[in-house]
């Protein structure tokens, strides 16, 4: 399965401490490339270093029942029909451009995923199939964050399926982990010559507790071993670090204080330089908090709730260009994209900067605009693609 060649993982490992729960702490500079030594024999011309490069983040993946009987539905209609064949293809093309155009694209992984032929379930306990990985990948995602407060819900072994598909799918990921060492290994991607670390942290698991023996399987919030986990991958060699964060109020638009409180502590640390934010199920704001971006809550990529809310269809792509200025890199244009999960049938979901417009998408559009730009994102240059 294709992905982008300027979006691999650097797979760097140095020697490292847990911090809190998994918080990696590797040797300083384990991730640096070698310099290029001169040679007599003629060699190409070296690239120039990139100046730029975007970044698309969406929202929650979140795999109900009534997704898995469409992708079933669409793999027989191509032809490809069977007991356990599911096709997630059609329902995701609507974001294929958007996503497949990206330097760099992450998705947030909100339910873990079975072995093949596996029991496939929704709420409370989600299990998707494993076929949801690779057609996440065929859209252009490179990786995934996967700590979110459904991560344990099948227990370890839900974990160690989730990312062996991932894996086999050609994505990354972080945020969940299958062992120490894997827990204690920055994720840093090459994005076109550019080390860009992604961390990903959950304010919790649903009750769940992690296992005594096993406290690295997935990230619960807590700001200083998120700080720390940055603060490694800008030491591996990141030079632009991204944080996920599963956190806010369910169906509530806007952030709460602990979302606000937690966001300026981010906001103050070198080593972070942008916040993307989940769980809510609907749009929240995205606004600058101190010099750093923050997208409270990017609502659902995909989802179809037992009860839908209108709201919780609509979901935003968050797409950030960085730039390099004097030496460093720092967010030179900020927009979103909002999307729409249309409830058909057939299920997909579109993108609302490019559908043709129905009065159902017109409301979505005109609903999503006012809320992300509700706590005054436009006037440090939030935009949105056509308006």
């Not at 490339?33 to 970044?55: C, D, I, K, W, Y």
Request: glycine share 12%; proline share 7%.
């Amino acid at each position: 399965m294709s992905r982008r060649a300027g979006a691999t993982v650097l797979g760097v490992l140095g020697t490292a401490a847990l911090v809190a729960a998994c918080s990696p702490s590797p040797e300083p500079g384990s991730g640096e490339a070698q310099a290029h030594t001169g040679s007599a024999e003629p060699t190409a011309a070296t690239p120039a270093a990139p100046q730029s490069f975007s970044v698309v983040a969406t929202g929650d993946v979140l795999i109900h029942p009534e997704l898995t009987d469409q992708a079933a539905s669409d793999a027989e209609a191509a032809g490809n029909g069977g007991p356990d064949e599911f096709d997630y293809g059609p329902l995701l093309a609507g974001v294929k451009p958007l996503v497949s155009e990206a330097d760099l694209a992450l998705c947030h992984l909100e339910v873990p995923l079975a072995r093949d032929g596996g029991t496939y379930a929704g709420y409370p306990q989600f299990i998707a199939p494993p076929e949801l990985a690779g057609d996440l990948a065929e859209v252009g995602y490179d990786g995934c964050s996967t700590a979110s407060n459904h991560t344990l819900d099948h227990g370890a072994e839900g974990v160690v399926s989730t990312l062996d598909a991932l894996d086999e799918a050609g994505i990354e990921h972080t945020g969940s982990a299958r062992d120490q060492e894997e827990a204690a290994t920055p994720l840093v991607y090459d994005v076109g010559g550019v080390a860009v670390g992604h961390v990903s942290y959950t304010f919790g698991f649903n009750g769940f507790e992690l296992p005594s023996d096993k406290p690295w399987l997935s990230n619960p919030l807590d700001a200083d071993a998120l700080v720390a986990e940055a603060e490694a991958a800008k030491e591996a060699g990141a030079e632009v670090v991204i944080v996920s964060v599963h956190w806010g109020q369910e169906y509530v638009h806007e952030p709460t204080a602990d979302q606000q409180a937690l966001a300026e502590r981010l906001a103050t640390e070198e080593a972070i330089d942008l916040v993307i934010g989940h769980h809510a199920h609907v749009v929240q704001p995205i606004e600058k908090v101190g010099d750093t971006w923050v997208a409270w809550g990017l609502g659902n990529s995909i989802a179809r709730h037992a009860e839908p809310k209108g709201v919780s269809e609509e979901g935003i792509a968050a797409r950030f260009t960085f730039v390099r200025e004097d030496g460093g890199w720092s967010v030179g244009k900020a927009e979103y994209v909002p999307t729409l999960v249309e409830l058909g049938p057939p299920i997909r979901l579109v993108d609302l900067t490019t559908a043709e417009p129905t009065e159902r998408r017109r409301q979505a559009l005109e609903r999503t605009d006012e809320i992300v730009l509700s706590r005054g994102g436009a006037e440090d240059g939030l935009t949105r693609p056509g308006n």
